[in-house]
């Protein structure tokens, strides 16, 4: 869907064959570090905020909270995601080179880029939350 909705800006220079297979492997790579992402933040909740323990206030403000990252997440472009995605896996710069095939230094862009976004939107999550706080 997502490459008929941006055919008419799409620039294939191989094959399409080769394109829709890397395509693909993006697309997959990007579920699995949403579903890995979200099993350790379940899991971190559950060590580490017993549920008897969280008022309601506080999970709603985490709930929101984690929206908004996620929020601030789908507003990267496609491989910066990926390559912020599968840093939250703890993998490193070599290993999303490596897996990816590309530089170190793209990599090391993406990543800088991501952090500086999410920085700057927890900010405006920040200020937004304190005004409306009673």
């Not at 395509?23 to 379940?42: D, S």
């Not at 060590?47 to 507003?75: C, H, I, R, S, Y």
Request: with cysteine.
């Amino acid at each position: 869907m997502n490459l008929w909705e941006r055919r008419e800006t799409l620039d294939i220079q191989n094959s399409v064959a080769g394109y829709l297979i890397v395509a693909v492997k993006y697309r997959i790579l990007n579920l699995l570090a949403r579903q890995e992402r979200t099993r350790k933040i379940e899991q971190n909740i559950r060590q580490n905020t017993p549920a008897a323990n969280m008022g309601t206030l506080e999970l709603l403000k985490f709930e929101d909270l984690k929206n908004w990252l996620e929020t601030l997440v789908n507003t990267l472009p496609e491989k910066c995601q990926i390559v912020y995605r599968l840093r939250e896996q703890g993998m490193s710069q070599r290993e999303i080179a490596e897996t990816l095939q590309i530089s170190e230094k793209t990599v090391e862009t993406h990543v800088t880029k991501a952090l500086k976004t999410i920085r700057g939107g927890l900010k405006d999550f920040t200020a937004i939350f304190l005004t409306i706080l009673p």
